[in-house]
């Protein structure tokens, strides 16, 4: 199955296995990042600091295998399609934002959170509206 696209720029038309590879990419981003606070800055951030950086983490995880689940549901292609950026631009944004409220203490960076949320919450509607696919999709 071929997942598609007309506009171009980040949106860009992209195949099932570019999908896949960008979910498992992200999948072992959350593992190393995990791994990272357990043993590599545990003692280096403030208790406050360290539960941010969890937090980003969990949705970073959770939201990685939301998008791996969105690719490989039998619904119309397109509705999958729009999920995905979804969750893919909420892990960049609100888990990032995050990790960067973390590793700098800025946090300045939390006003870009609510819009990784907003893409989170947008993604989970999208597969909630979403259909199953014609056989002509197929």
Request: glycine share 8%.
């Amino acid at each position: 199955m071929r997942l598609k696209a007309a506009a171009s720029g980040f949106f860009i038309a992209m195949d099932k296995l570019l999908w896949i590879r960008l979910t498992a990419l992200s999948g072992a981003l959350a593992v190393v990042l995990g791994a990272f606070a357990a043993h590599g800055i545990k003692d280096q951030l403030t208790p406050q600091l360290m539960e941010t950086y969890q937090t980003a983490v969990r949705y970073h995880f959770i939201h990685t295998l939301a998008l791996l689940a969105a690719l490989n549901l039998p619904l119309q292609t397109s509705s999958l399609l729009w999920a995905a950026r979804c969750f893919m631009l909420g892990i960049v944004l609100f888990s990032g934002s995050l990790y960067l409220i973390a590793f700098t203490g800025i946090g300045m960076f939390g006003m870009i959170t609510p819009l990784g949320g907003t893409a989170f919450i947008a993604g989970w509607l999208l597969l909630f509206t979403a259909h199953k696919q014609s056989d002509a999709e197929n």
